[in-house]
């Protein structure tokens, strides 16, 4: 994945506050950010936040607190600089031009996006990973492109340089294009086959596993399908769509392990990975699985549903599954707080009660890896996967 030999890059983190999102969810999505950064392999030095009610145009956050950073970055000789939001191209030309380190050397400067497609293109493994992430790569750098590649050497690699950009011949506007016409082209051989491969799959009933990156669906993939499908506590640890044949009871079923949803996923990367959200799209059945011990996981709840109904997918018939029930934690009031509550006062069972049982959905509470409350969500996958074959297969009611 990522060469350990070398000296790990060190980074800064930079938000905005502004009114759709204030100080405390500027925390949040800065975690998100440093999470995707030390998945990357970067280490964070420090965090700016700045809080501005549009950014600047030309250089996202103001004069001063770009004075801040770069200041720090000349002191630290900070390697990256990375930005929570998309950068539009001439903000990244004039950061670029206006960082620098103590030796006059300047800085890799990446956005949001870039930090997740160069994740993408570290954990690809298959050829079908590997296209899409090219493809949308490739399709996010196309306009990025002038002038880009004349204050950067791409050559050195690192953090924000796996995959496409590394030849200087690509950094031809029409070489570009024609790569991105061969890669669509592969793709649409690979979702041809890849059609097949479902077609080939017989009549079983299809349920696929959805939710936030790194929520637990490959533990409970491993646990439903007693595979060794890879699981691991970095985001995006599943890019390739895993299917297995599972059995509860007598019924048999495939279940299928997609790829994590995230805030500002990048567009590029939902059009790329057409083929993986097939299975998604092609699902009898949604297991949306929800990490509840995140403090966000509301937030995380409402980005799946957005990114399930722009795909699509978002009339499917869905067991909500609340994972990580042995990490959750509440903070408990004192009789003399006056305060009003918060979601962070609330105890696991006081939740239980809130909007949660107004679900129309099927809502279960979990611990994969703790193995808690696994038979009743058996039960529950079960009951909803009968009732999808006795639809398809009236006839066969005698085997249940």
């Not at 070489?175 to 079983?204: F, H, P, Y």
């Not at 646990?223 to 640890?237: C, G, H, R």
């Not at 009743?376 to 009236?394: A, D, G, S, T």
Request: with cysteine.
């Amino acid at each position: 994945m990522f060469d350990t030999s070398k000296k790990q890059e060190t980074a800064v983190l930079v938000g905005l506050i502004n009114k759709s999102q204030d100080d405390e969810k500027v925390n949040e999505y800065l975690d998100e950010l440093d999470f995707l950064a030390d998945t990357a392999g970067a280490k964070i030095l420090k965090r700016f936040k700045q809080r501005l009610e549009h950014p600047d145009s030309r250089t996202f956050v103001g004069s001063g607190k770009l004075n801040d950073i770069r200041v720090f970055v000349k002191e630290n000789a900070v390697d990256i600089v990375i930005f929570d939001d998309e950068l539009s191209p001439a903000q990244q030309r004039n950061l670029e031009k206006e960082i620098k380190t103590d030796k006059d050397q300047k800085v890799k400067v990446l956005d949001r996006t870039t930090l997740i497609l160069d994740i993408f293109a570290a954990r690809a493994r298959t050829a079908h990973a590997k296209t899409q992430v090219e493809l949308a790569q490739y399709q996010y750098l196309l306009p990025r492109l002038t002038k880009m590649w004349s204050h950067h050497d791409r050559i050195k690699g690192g953090i924000g340089m796996k995959g496409a950009g590394e030849k200087e011949i690509e950094t031809d506007r029409r070489i570009v294009r024609d790569r991105i016409a061969l890669l669509k082209e592969r793709l649409t051989i690979i979702d041809k086959q890849m059609e097949t491969q479902r077609k080939s799959r017989g009549e079983l009933i299809r349920v696929a596993l959805v939710g936030y990156t790194n929520v637990g669906k490959s533990t409970i993939m491993n646990m439903l399908s007693k595979s060794e499908v890879f699981a691991e506590n970095k985001l995006f640890a599943t890019l390739d769509t895993t299917v297995r044949k599972v059995v509860i009871e007598n019924l048999p079923f495939l279940l299928s392990d997609t790829v994590g949803f995230i805030r500002k996923l990048p567009t590029t990367l939902v059009e790329s990975f057409k083929s993986t959200l097939d299975e998604v799209r092609e699902a009898d059945i949604l297991v949306h699985v929800v990490d509840i011990s995140h403090v966000g996981f509301e937030d995380q709840i409402n980005v799946v549903n957005q990114t399930l109904s722009d795909i699509g997918a978002g009339d499917k018939t869905t067991i909500l599954v609340f994972n990580k029930i042995d990490a959750f934690t509440f903070e408990e009031k004192e009789e003399d707080d006056l305060t009003p509550i918060t979601k962070k006062n609330l105890s696991l069972e006081q939740l239980k009660k809130s909007w949660m049982n107004t679900l129309n959905s099927p809502c279960v509470f979990i611990s994969a890896a703790g193995k808690q409350n696994i038979e009743e969500f058996k039960k529950v996958l079960y009951e909803n996967i009968k009732e999808q074959h006795e639809k398809r297969y009236p006839y066969n009611k005698f085997l249940y």
